[in-house]
Each structure stands twice: as C-alpha cells, then as structure tokens.
C-alpha cells in the first residue's frame, strides 16, 4: 500500500506521477521477497484503501506493507487493515538516501512520507494490532535483512499456526512447571494438542512387516557406526517401533510431538525406548520433546520453522571451573543435524532404561561447534505467555561419556547469574535449541503471536 495524501493533489499535480514512480520502483524492489499485490494506485483516501484491502482478501495475502511515498494520514487506511487483519510492515523510506542543502519543494515532497509515520504507529499500538518498522532506504542491506527477518518469521508463523503437537503418553508425574491450558495455547498459536494413546502405538507396531523392520534395520547399521554389542532383537524392536511411530505420525497429521516413553519400554510386546524412531522423524522435520513437555514441542516447531534443525534439550550440570553447562537429555538427536557427517553418529543401547526387552538405541554424537539460540516458552499471570530467548555457543569440547547425547555451551554472561536470570523470568527446565542467531527472529515472531519476548 504505497501511501500518500489525496488532498495534496488539487495543489500540486505535478507530484502525482513521480510518487507513483517511486511506488513502483518500491513493489519492484519487494518482488525479490514473493509476489507482490497492489491495485496500481496511491493509497491517498479512505476508497483506494477500501479496493486494496478487497483485492488482499480476495488473494488471501501473508502480510500488508505500508509504503511511505510521500506524506499520508493514519485515517485512511486504519479501518481496513482492522478489517483485514494481517501483519502490517510499515516502511519508513523515501526516494533518495540523503538530503541536499538546495532541496526544493517538488523534491521535498519524494522525501515526505516520514512526517506520517508517528501517526500510524500511534494507532497502530493503540489498537494493539501487530506490527513491524522497517526504517531505510531500499538500497540499504540493512532495509533488506530487517525485511527478511520479518518475512521469515511470518513464514514460521504460517507453519505454526494451525500445527498438531501429539503427545505420546502423558506428562511426567510431579513436572507441572510444564503444565498449560490448551484452550489459551490454541488460541494464541493455533496449536492443537493431539493425545495418542498407547494401543494406537501398540497396534502401528504389530502391523509393521519383518521386511520392512529388516530393511530399516539395515540401513541404520550402513549409515552409522552401530556398537558390535548391540544387535539382535534389541536393534530389531528398536527399528519396529521407529516405523510404528512413523506411520502413527503420518496418519495423525503431527508437526510435532511429546513422548512419555515409559508405556513403550515397560510394554512387554514393544520392551525398547523409541529414542531412534524420534531422532528419525526429527530428520523428516516432526520435532519431538520428551516427558510430555508439550510447551518445548511448540518451541521446537517455532525454531524449526525458521532453522529446520531444532533439538531438545535441557542443563545437566554446572561447570564451574570452565564456565559452562552441560546440556543434553535422552538418548534422541536430530539427526539432520549429521548428514554431511554421519561418520560421527554412533547407535549404542540405551544407557540408563531397562525394559521389557533390553533398552533399545540411544546415539551418540559429537556436536558441532558454534553460535546457537535457545527457547523457552511459559504460561506466566493473566492468561499471558512469555517467550524466553538466550543466545549461547556450543564449544568445541568432546562430550561426557554418557552414553547419551551431551554438549557443553558458554553464555554471555556467568553461568550462575544466567541461571538466576533464568528462574527470575520463570523459565521450566526443558528448551529448543537450534544453531545459528535467532533473537531477532523470534523477537518478530512474539510480535505476531503478541506474546511477551524476554531476552537473557
């Protein structure tokens, strides 16, 4: 919406044509980000907004950029973007990067639009309706990062919302700082919470054929290092029991689950953790938390929905001396993360859990170094929710021998003082964890869910 001020042109004409250039070359620049929808015309009364906002409906757009071409009021397009609601990017720009001390004023009014911004922020906030100031010339790469930022959260936003979190089991007994009201989180991500029982398991994992066990089976000892002490009926179960949770995924619709895994090691017929089966659907992009933990499944669909390789995680242990803490949890790993490096990856029997029939596949990695972001989401006071974000490094460092998937990561600041910010905010104890520099990014997409973002 490339907006301007109709009244200007009983006054001066002459502005008419070079606003409309400029606005051209503006949707010229936009179409590098997707495909741009306009009505060809300013948007300078309240009729020209009422058109677009019909033509945006009538093609279901992701998002309305606000262009300011040249000097505009609020009035005119505040009661169609409120009755279309949809992300709003407002775009404080003008036709030239700087302003020459002979500026005339036909000139003057190509660099104009920022007198209306204040304007359409105050009612934008008054209204409490979502939006984004990108502030720039189009030529800057600062314009074009802080648009992408914002057209990439949008991106995650659109994957989340309407998204299947299906919870294998239940919560672990006494974790209620993982507790929430499913009604409050559907309505403000658009997250369904899907229980699946343990005899839809049970029955997914009797019909899986012995070839298809076999040929799964196969491939994972051909892929990565498999222990020389675990194989046979172990291994088998553990395949079967990946393809059952597969298939049950597939059918339910799921874009991410929980599991409580202790209904399927402690079952006679399956015996085995399904630690495998959920590092292999995290591959095919189904993230998965452990222990019911529905509230870091969404946080691992909103991480994923922007770096596609989240994983889960928690803190193990201080270490003092180093500054650092020990993270990990299971025995799961995205194993996306491994693919142009499955030379590192090692399948080993479950460390820790005796079931039914032995312990079933655990992995082992070593995690790559560097930058990474982690997420916590919570419930807080008043019906609210409130994202917790921290930027952090994965250090270089061979991990524990564990048996089980652990890293080590620095903060930015002492571990000691992290944790005390951390229960300061009320942070529960599982987080996604996703490599790469996502604070910006999911500050934008706290706007759009308008939840609250806390940065430690």
Not at 133 to 147: D, F, I, M, W
Not at 274 to 290: H, Y
Not at 421 to 436: E, T
Not at 446 to 455: G, H, I, P, T
């Amino acid at each position: 919406m490339p907006l301007a001020h109709d009244t200007y042109w009983r006054f001066f004409p002459e502005h008419h044509q070079p606003t409309i250039s400029f606005a051209n070359t503006l949707k010229q620049y936009l179409s590098q980000f997707g495909t741009v929808y306009d009505t060809g015309q300013l948007i300078d009364c309240p009729e020209h907004s009422r058109e677009a906002r019909l033509l945006f409906q009538s093609m279901d757009v992701d998002v309305v950029i606000l262009a300011t071409v040249t000097y505009s009021t609020p009035d005119d397009v505040l009661l169609d973007l409120k009755r279309f609601p949809r992300p709003v990017i407002l775009w404080n720009t003008q036709a030239s990067t700087s302003i020459p001390a002979d500026l005339d004023f036909d000139r003057w009014m190509l660099e104009h639009g920022v007198t209306g911004v204040p304007g359409i922020t105050n009612l934008l906030e008054r209204e409490n309706m979502p939006y984004f100031l990108v502030s720039g010339h189009y030529s800057s790469e600062s314009v074009r990062q802080a648009l992408l930022t914002a057209l990439q959260a949008l991106g995650a936003f659109k994957r989340i919302w309407g998204s299947r979190i299906g919870m294998f089991g239940h919560l672990y007994p006494g974790m209620i700082d993982f507790g929430y009201d499913p009604t409050m989180m559907y309505t403000t991500f658009g997250v369904t919470t899907v229980p699946i029982l343990d005899s839809v398991v049970l029955k997914a994992y009797r019909e899986v054929s012995p070839e298809d066990t076999q040929a799964l089976t196969e491939t994972l000892t051909s892929k990565y290092t498999v222990d020389p002490d675990f194989k046979g009926q172990e291994l088998t179960n553990s395949s079967r029991l990946a393809l059952a949770m597969d298939r049950v995924a597939t059918e339910t619709g799921l874009d991410a689950a929980t599991v409580y895994c202790q209904s399927m090691w402690q079952n006679p017929d399956i015996g085995v953790v399904p630690c495998i089966g959920v590092s292999l659907l995290e591959q095919k992009g189904v993230f998965f938390s452990c222990e019911g933990d529905v509230l870091t499944a969404l946080c691992g669909l909103m991480l994923g929905g922007l770096s596609r390789q989240a994983i889960f995680t928690e803190i193990w242990a201080n270490d003092f001396d180093n500054d650092q803490f020990l993270m990990g949890h299971s025995g799961q790993m995205n194993l996306s993360l491994f693919e142009g490096n499955t030379s590192s990856v090692r399948v080993s029997r479950h460390p820790w859990w005796n079931g039914c029939c032995g312990r079933g596949a655990c992995l082992q990695v070593k995690m790559p170094a560097g930058q990474a972001t982690l997420l916590g989401l919570s419930p807080i006071q008043g019906n609210r929710w409130r994202m917790i974000v921290s930027s952090c490094e994965v250090t270089d460092r061979d991990p524990t021998p564990l048996g089980a998937p652990n890293f080590f990561i620095r903060l930015n600041k002492p571990i000691t003082q992290y944790l005390e910010d951390l229960g300061q905010i009320g942070a529960a104890h599982h987080l996604a964890m996703a490599y790469g520099d996502w604070t910006n990014h999911l500050k934008a997409l706290a706007k759009l869910f308008q939840v609250e973002y806390r940065s430690i």
